[in-house]
């Protein structure tokens, strides 16, 4: 199967670091992903790792891969009130050929 | 650019009845893809298209059929149309499997669709 699981809400006040979580099934996947999507819009891509990587840091955004337990985070530093939207982490399954979508972590950041 | 553009943004249907959802990219983008987003399911690929010409489904393909008219235009139509259908349905392009790359898929606004 392909598989993503993640939380359904975190709640975090403006200034702290915000870690959202994710599992993943296909131990084949080649890249990770992270979408956001703000009220009453798409999604839109954050950020991305391969696979062969364990860390990438973009700004304020840092993800982490743990491919032996198949985990993925992505840590926000400084929140701020802007950051307040659901994010989705996906997978890529060679297998299946196709990308597979959580149900998204709705983050509320609480001035 | 516009991106990936989605009509209409919003509809009513009464069940039974028929529509199409339309959704265009400009991107010169070869696959394309059709979600539904309900509350506590997250996205569901209903069916996409890896380029022109190819259409497969994907997970929840029942009681929806595509047409890819042509490299810029992928539309969903709804045959009859019902309450289980109600949700927000996107639209989305990305280059391809075939391009090499991580694939980045670029949405379009979305379409809210109730049937009552």
């Known amino acids: 199967g392909e598989d993503v699981e993640q939380s359904l809400f975190l709640s975090v006040r403006e200034g702290d670091s915000s870690v959202i979580n994710c599992t993943y099934t296909?131990?084949?996947?080649?890249?990770l992903y992270w979408y956001k999507q703000e009220p009453g819009a798409g999604l839109q891509l954050l950020t991305y790792i391969f696979s062969n990587m364990d860390m990438k840091q973009d700004q304020r955004l840092t993800v982490l891969l743990n491919k032996k337990d198949k985990h993925l985070s992505l840590r926000i530093a400084d929140t701020q009130t802007g950051d307040s939207a659901i994010y989705f982490c996906a997978q890529f399954s060679g297998g299946y050929q196709k990308v597979t979508f959580g149900i998204g972590t709705k983050l509320q950041v609480i001035p | 650019n516009a991106g990936v553009t989605q009509t209409p943004k919003f509809q009513v249907l009464k069940t039974g009845q028929s529509m199409t959802l339309q959704c265009a990219q400009d991107m010169n983008h070869n696959s394309m893809y059709w979600y539904r987003q309900d509350p506590g399911m997250g996205l569901r690929l209903i069916y996409y298209?890896?380029?022109?010409?190819?259409?497969d489904k994907g997970e929840v393909p029942n009681g929806y059929n595509v047409s890819r008219l042509n490299k810029r235009e992928f539309s969903l139509r709804l045959e009859s149309a019902a309450p289980s259908q109600t949700s927000v349905y996107f639209c989305a392009s990305s280059l391809g499997r075939t391009s090499g790359g991580q694939d980045e898929q670029f949405f379009g606004p979305g379409t809210r669709l109730t049937v009552l």
């Open positions: 298209s890896a380029s022109e010409g190819t259409t």
């Open positions: 296909d131990s084949s996947s080649t890249y």
